[in-house]
């Protein structure tokens, strides 16, 4: 009797692709069923959403898959998620892992590796695990507080719109805007000023200069001065002054005589007087003083 029958092979060929399709699907889930990966174990108090064949993420890179979840029916009640990790990888002691979703709600977890880099742990230890803080739990945590401010945030906006209706505030608009206006012709006068001393201030540094080589010479020349010299020259001069004073002063020479001698005086006064009276007798007889004669002088 044959064995490999029609029937056989059918059978067999059923065979082989029922398990070339669990391992197919084994494949997609992430899970190496003929490989030699790491396995480690972590435990939660909620795993919603997470899932056998979910990412396992270390510093953002794909480092395994959730193997299988498990439920711990001790007291405890944790949930305990089996990691299928690769087999290069090695978690420090003091590790944790962290539940984490993306923006799409996809589950996955984070290790979180300590820098312990000497102690490691073994093969099918427990990694502690507790949920990320992620941008929706932080949101829903402040909802209370938001709740709270919302009454708040309610009597500000109509305080706001108050002083948006207030005339006053148009007014100081106005004014700022004015203010704005004189600013910015304030600024570009302080400009023009300022390019016209750019332009001047070279020219003045060169006449302050002029100036300053002017009074050092001056002051050059006035130390090459010999002031002793002058001192002494002037202290002779008024010694000679002196010396004429006292000579005018006294009885002695001429000049001290005319200024102090009235003997002097009465005689010039006398003088005067007769020379004043011969003045006056001869305009009043010319002729007995002056006589002209055309035929020659006749004897009296």
């Known amino acids: 009797m044959k064995f490999f029958t029609k029937e056989v092979k059918i059978a067999l060929s059923a065979i082989v692709g029922i398990v070339v399709l669990f391992y197919g699907l084994q494949f997609l889930k992430g ?14 108090d909620d ?31 944790k949930i305990v998620a089996e990691l299928d990790l690769n087999k290069d990888m090695r978690v420090p002691r003091g590790s944790r892992a962290e539940l984490a979703s993306d923006l799409l709600g996809n589950i996955k977890i984070n ?26 739990t932080k949101v829903s945590k402040m909802l209370p507080a ?34 704005t206006y004189n600013l910015n012709a304030t600024s570009a006068e302080l ?10 201030v070279p020219g003045m540094m060169q006449k302050t200069n002029a100036v300053l080589d002017n009074t050092q010479q001056l002051t050059g020349n006035l130390a090459a001065i010999d002031v002793a010299g002058m001192t002494a020259k002037v202290n002779q001069t008024l010694a000679n002054v002196e010396q004429l ?21 009465n005689n010039l006064t006398s003088t005067m007087a007769s020379a004043d009276s011969l003045l006056i007798d001869l305009k009043a007889h010319p002729k007995r003083y002056v006589h002209f004669s055309l035929f020659g002088r006749k004897d009296k």
Do not use: C, W
């Open 191 to 200: 400009k023009t000023l300022s390019a016209s001393l750019n332009r001047d």
């Open 47 to 77: 795993v919603s959403g997470l899932s056998p064949s979910s990412p396992v993420y270390a510093n953002g890179y794909r480092v395994g898959v959730v193997k299988t979840l498990n439920y711990d029916y001790n007291p405890q009640s």
């Open 31 to 44: 899970l190496h069923v003929f490989s030699s990966n790491s396995v480690y174990y972590v435990a939660f």
């Open 111 to 136: 290790l979180v590796l300590s820098e312990d880099p000497i102690h490691m742990l073994g093969l099918g230890d427990t990694i502690p695990g507790e949920m990320e803080m992620g941008m929706m």
């Open 245 to 265: 004073t006292q000579k005018l002063n006294s009885n002695e020479g001429t000049l001290g005589l005319l200024m102090r001698d009235p003997t002097l005086y």
């Open 146 to 179: 938001v709740e709270r401010m919302l009454p708040k945030l309610d009597s500000i906006m109509a305080s706001l719109n108050m002083l948006l209706a207030d005339p006053a505030l148009r007014n100081t608009l106005h004014n700022v805007e004015g203010m």
